[in-house]
């Protein structure tokens, strides 16, 4: 017996189809939470904990396998929340499962997770609610997500990480070394506005206070590199009318202690330092150094931070996942400006501030577009926004084509967009509606917007019909 074409088609259908379920994993120190959820956000598999060593690892396992054993053909979309570290061996063993079982995972935003929650009008915050706030955010967002994509310099972050909290640390005795010598020999912080000199270190190492500094020999202090006799006889008198209040042996051992310190990270950052930039013999980083301003550090911070360009459909995205793109608030007739957002990686920020504070001097192309900027009427720190908005564009280029940076083809791309999208703005606006309860305020702009592309349309048809009477020119 022919069965008919429907009941075929019906049968096929079934056999394609592939049911999905959302495994939702909120990471904790030392264990996880973990809840399935079907398609329409019902409990597949009830909520479970386990400890984040090789029996927990295991269990996890066999529950995954056994349950894809009671549903065949069904796939498991995992999410796991990116907590510092503390994910990764969850989300390695769940990328390991790819072999036995139909099963992607992914990295969550612990951002993206908590404004869903919010969204859900989730109250009570428990690591069972957090698991299942992960699954749903898979469920709404997976088309947002990216699946099965290893971390991309995953080993040399950790490095870089590392040599900048031995930089943090150095930072804060620094400070430290400051408000001491405040009371101990104020007359020196005259020479610390930029930096610590070697110099000077080496002074406070032999004479940590006013008062052993005012005893010292012109001779002895002329010794040490880069102090000169002049110099010497100079920190000698200030030291004997210096006003400081400690003297003592405690503080005298306190700063000797405290350069102690500074000079051994020092030497540590150097060290770490070097081995970064060994192992980063890498086609990305001398592209990104073509563009003046970008040196060793800053090139292997941003490669590092940014990870796979591939990851970024465009500029936008990049942008957005730095936090340098701007915000325009607008509401009614109330206009409050634009100001970068900051809402990305602050990391990347700060490298490209450093990368824009050298470029202005060095790059003839930002030297150009920060003064421009500033002859607008913006503050400088506003043009320097502008500026790394701009610079991580020319990064984007040079990283998605391979390409070292070429002024001259990015100063042709910056004139040609200028152009269309000064065309789709005015062409997006509506017509002045004259029967609208528009404000005065609205009226006029929208007046001022409809004039603007009529002169753009008639300049593109190469008429005048669209133009006012004042726009054409005398008669001779």
């Known amino acids: 017996m022919m069965l008919p074409d429907i009941f075929l088609y019906n049968n096929i259908t079934e056999r394609c189809f592939v049911e999905n379920f959302y495994l939702g994993n909120d990471v904790s120190k030392g264990y996880g939470d973990f809840i399935m959820l079907d398609q329409e956000k019902k ?18 396992e066999q529950r995954l396998i056994d349950f894809c054993s ?9 999410g796991v929340e990116s907590t510092g570290g503390y994910e990764n061996n969850w989300y390695e063993t769940l990328c390991d499962l790819q072999d036995r079982i139909n099963i992607e995972v992914a990295r969550i935003n612990p951002i993206g997770t908590h404004h869903s929650g919010k969204a859900s009008l989730v109250r009570v915050v428990t690591d069972k609610n957090a698991a299942k706030t992960i699954a749903e955010y898979l469920i709404n967002y997976k088309e947002k997500l990216s699946f099965n994509k290893p971390g991309k310099y995953s080993s040399l972050k950790r490095q870089w990480k590392f040599v900048r909290m031995l930089a943090k640390h150095r930072t804060q005795l620094y400070n430290q070394l400051e408000k001491n010598l405040y009371i101990a020999n104020p007359e020196l912080l005259r020479y610390v506005k930029y930096g610590y ?57 306190l700063i000797i202690t405290l350069i ?50 591939e990851n970024f459909e465009n500029t936008k995205k990049l942008s957005s996942f730095s936090g340098v793109h701007p915000i325009w608030k607008q509401s009614g007739d109330g206009t409050f400006g634009m100001h970068m957002s900051k809402k990305g990686n602050k990391e990347i920020r700060a490298l490209l501030y450093n990368v824009v504070f050298s470029a202005i001097q060095s790059n003839p192309l930002i030297k ?54 000064a065309v789709k703005k005015l062409s997006l606006s509506l017509p002045v509606d004259y029967d609208a309860p528009l404000s005065n305020r609205q009226f006029r702009k929208r007046k001022q917007q409809e004039m603007s592309q009529n002169e753009i349309t008639s300049f593109n048809t190469g008429s005048v019909s669209h133009c006012s009477d004042k726009s054409l020119p005398e008669k001779m």
């Open 43 to 60: 409990t597949a598999i009830k909520h479970f904990q386990l400890y984040d060593n090789a029996k927990g690892h295991y269990l996890l």
């Open 197 to 253: 000199p070697k110099w000077l270190l080496k002074v406070l190492m032999q004479y940590p206070t006013a008062k052993e500094l005012s005893g010292a020999r012109t001779t002895t202090l002329s010794a040490i590199p880069y102090v000169t006799e002049k110099r010497a006889t100079a920190l000698i008198e200030r030291a004997k009318l210096s006003v400081a209040s400690a003297t003592d042996k405690a503080m005298a051992n």
């Open 368 to 421: 150009e577009i920060y003064h421009r900027h500033v002859s607008k009427g913006k503050n400088k720190t506003s043009a320097m926004g502008a500026c790394m908005s701009k610079v991580l564009r020319i990064i984007y280029g040079m990283l998605k084509h391979k390409e070292k940076f070429n002024p001259e083809k990015d100063r042709k791309n910056s004139t040609k967009s200028i152009v269309n999208g």
């Open 70 to 78: 009671e549903h065949p053909g069904c796939k498991i979309v995992a």
């Open 260 to 309: 102690q310190e500074i000079i051994r990270l020092s030497k540590s950052i150097d060290k770490q330092s070097k081995i970064i930039a060994d192992d980063c013999n890498l086609e990305e980083l001398e592209i990104l150094k073509s563009f003046k301003g970008i040196g060793d550090y800053s090139a292997i911070g941003l490669l590092i931070y940014i990870g796979s360009i």
